[in-house]
Structure formats: C-alpha cells, structure tokens
C-alpha cells in the first residue's frame, strides 16, 4: 500500500487550489520519482516552489527533499486508486474497497467532533430509552445500535418503517434520546421524525455523512462521518462503515460505564446466552 498516495487523497479537500494541482499529478503519476529539483515539479504542476514547500509539509514532511526521498522509498508499493471501474477484477475492486474504507475511517475520526461524540454516549447513558430510526442500509445500522446498546444494559429500540418511526416518537417523553441515522442527511421521514421529537422536548442525535444537511438542524447533537461516495454509491461500503464504527465507539464506552459502576450486565448477558448454543 503507498501510504504518501492514500494520506494525499485523505488530506486533498484540505488543499488549497495550487496544492490540488501538485496532489492531481503525484496521484496521477504513481510509482514515478520525483523530479531532482522542486523547480521541475513546479514546472510540471503548474505550481509554484513555495506551494510545493507547503504541500510537502501538509503531508507531515520538512520540505521538498524528504518528500521526494520518501516517494522513492514507496516506488516498488503499489498504488490502489479507489474508483472502481468495469475493466477491474473482482480482487482489484475488493482492494479499494478496502483502501476507501481506510480513508472513510481516517475522514471521520478528522471530522466527527469529540465533544459531541462525548455529549451523545452521556445522554444515551442517561436516557429513559433510546431510539434508532433509519432508512434503506441506515436501517441496519440503527438496528444494531439498537442491539448493542441493549445488550450493553441500555434500554433501546430501532424502526426502519415509517409509520412505525412517527409512532415510536408519539410515545416518547422528556428523558428519552431518539437518534436519526441517514447517509445523506436528507431522509424526509427521518428529519419530520425528529422534528416531531425535538418539538416535545425528547433529546436528538444524528449521525450523518453529509455536512450543512437538514437532518443537522433537526438535532441537538450531530455526528458527522465523512465519506466519498463511489458511483453505485447504494453498494458503497465506506459510508456503512463509518457509521457502523461510531456505533461501536459508543458502545464500547457504556459497556465500560457499566463495568465502571459495577453492574457486570456485560458479563451476565454472555453467561446467560451460552444456554442458547449447542454443545458439541
């Protein structure tokens, strides 16, 4: 894996117009050396020496010098680019699936805030019951999140009808957290959901791949992941990730709040589950 080429594509909506056009040829040029002088490169970017200097630096290097001495070093790894096209193979497609699901983790503990990710864990935490809705592969998620948190000793639910969400939200009360789960932020059914619910005084969350979208304005606490979506982008596995592993995050921190009070559940739940396994 060519690590300068994955962190360029991490870093690239970071950059500015001149960077992109350096980032543009080193990813369009992989496994070549860099030019001996930063003037050449420039040359051929486009660029100038100094944005060269800041692009190097971008990318966690001193200059130009170690950057091209690194590029050298990576010249034998291969470059996997992460649009899939019709001429791959299907173990080339499964290889940048895997480099964009790196990228989509990488994006998202960059973009998540950590004080909201703070701020949702303690209001599950103290929540009467919890509530996940969802739509399409979002459904899924907040039905695992549902199990989770359930198994972890909080008490939650997930709907992926939408006469079943509103209903769900009717019979909410002040105490409990309903948490909306949509890639594209822009789900009508999700967003009037927690509309409704926000407007009893019921806590909301999203979690969300999709900056200054609707379902923002309708949460008292946002979680946003960050993904590219890939054409096909209702097969794309890097958003389902992204949100998969903030749900994992929270997990892991109730389990551990409750492992810090004392309760044991996740160990009672485990001794209580071997009696529905076969014994061989």
Same mark, same amino acid.
């Given at each position: 894996m060519n690590k300068i080429i994955l962190k360029t594509q991490l870093l690239y909506s970071e950059?500015?117009?001149?960077?992109?056009?350096?980032?543009?040829?080193?990813?369009?040029? +992989?496994?070549?050396?860099? +030019?001996?002088?930063?003037?050449?490169?420039a040359e051929l970017c486009e660029s100038s020496e100094s944005t060269i200097?800041?692009?190097?630096?971008?990318?966690?290097?001193?200059?130009?010098?170690?950057?091209?001495?690194?590029?050298?070093?990576?010249q034998e790894k291969k470059v996997v680019l992460p649009t899939i096209n019709e001429n791959d193979s299907c173990f080339e497609i499964l290889e940048k699936i895997c480099n964009d699901a790196y990228l989509s983790f990488e994006r998202t503990k960059r973009t998540i805030a950590p004080e909201n990710?703070?701020?949702?864990?303690?209001?599950?935490?103290?929540?009467?019951?919890?509530?996940?809705?969802?739509?399409g592969s979002s459904a899924s998620v907040a039905q695992d999140a549902a199990n989770k948190f359930l198994r972890a000793g909080y008490p939650a639910y997930s709907y992926g009808d939408t006469h079943m969400q509103m209903i769900a939200a009717s019979h909410m009360k002040a105490g409990d957290v309903l948490i909306g789960v949509s890639q594209s932020?822009?789900?009508?059914?999700?967003?009037?959901?927690?509309?409704?619910?926000?407007?009893?005084?019921?806590?909301?969350?999203?979690?969300t791949?999709?900056?200054?979208?609707p379902i923002m304005k309708q949460s008292d606490i946002v979680l946003l992941t960050d993904t590219e979506e890939t054409k096909h982008s209702s097969l794309a596995l890097s958003s389902h990730l992204s949100r998969l592993v903030v749900i994992d995050s929270l997990c892991y921190y109730l389990v551990y709040r409750n492992e810090a009070n004392g309760t044991g559940l996740d160990e009672e739940n485990e001794n209580n589950l071997r009696s529905k396994r076969v014994n061989e």
């Amino acid at each position: 894996m060519n690590k300068i080429i994955l962190k360029t594509q991490l870093l690239y909506s970071e950059m500015g117009k001149s960077e992109k056009k350096v980032a543009d040829w080193l990813i369009s040029h +992989p496994g070549d050396n860099l +030019p001996m002088s930063i003037s050449e490169l420039a040359e051929l970017c486009e660029s100038s020496e100094s944005t060269i200097v800041r692009f190097a630096r971008r990318l966690g290097f001193s200059g130009y010098g170690e950057l091209k001495i690194c590029v050298a070093g990576e010249q034998e790894k291969k470059v996997v680019l992460p649009t899939i096209n019709e001429n791959d193979s299907c173990f080339e497609i499964l290889e940048k699936i895997c480099n964009d699901a790196y990228l989509s983790f990488e994006r998202t503990k960059r973009t998540i805030a950590p004080e909201n990710i703070a701020a949702a864990a303690n209001l599950i935490a103290g929540a009467g019951k919890t509530v996940l809705i969802g739509l399409g592969s979002s459904a899924s998620v907040a039905q695992d999140a549902a199990n989770k948190f359930l198994r972890a000793g909080y008490p939650a639910y997930s709907y992926g009808d939408t006469h079943m969400q509103m209903i769900a939200a009717s019979h909410m009360k002040a105490g409990d957290v309903l948490i909306g789960v949509s890639q594209s932020g822009a789900s009508k059914d999700i967003v009037e959901a927690l509309k409704f619910a926000k407007s009893r005084g019921i806590s909301t969350i999203c979690i969300t791949g999709t900056d200054r979208s609707p379902i923002m304005k309708q949460s008292d606490i946002v979680l946003l992941t960050d993904t590219e979506e890939t054409k096909h982008s209702s097969l794309a596995l890097s958003s389902h990730l992204s949100r998969l592993v903030v749900i994992d995050s929270l997990c892991y921190y109730l389990v551990y709040r409750n492992e810090a009070n004392g309760t044991g559940l996740d160990e009672e739940n485990e001794n209580n589950l071997r009696s529905k396994r076969v014994n061989e």
